[in-house]
């Protein structure tokens, strides 16, 4: 499965871009995407900006991924709880 990483403009040399996601920086490609500027966020790929997003669309991406994170962690402790109850039953 690919995915790709939504992160922020800091810096700009011509095509090439050094970007932030949570604070670690990395050069990426920007010449498929146009007009990007510093603050503007894009979605990454294997080194290369694919898209470019505005704050709002980071922001909903953010919430979404938050909502996910908490779900999966309220999915592994009902499983982990459920593996216990079971346990137990076999005592």
Do not use: N
């Not at 090439?16 to 498929?32: E, I, K, N, P, Y």
């Not at 919430?63 to 908490?70: A, D, F, P, Y």
């Amino acid at each position: 499965m690919c995915l790709a990483v939504p992160v922020e403009v800091i810096a700009l040399d011509g095509k090439v871009a050094t970007v932030s996601a949570d604070g670690a920086l990395r050069q990426v490609d920007v010449s498929l995407v146009e007009e990007v500027a510093l603050g503007d966020y894009v979605l990454v790929h294997a080194g290369f900006a694919l898209h470019r997003w505005d704050q709002d669309d980071y922001l909903a991406w953010q919430e979404i991924q938050t909502q996910m994170l908490e779900a999966m962690a309220g999915q592994v402790t009902t499983d982990a709880l459920l593996e216990e109850d079971a346990e137990a039953d076999r005592l």
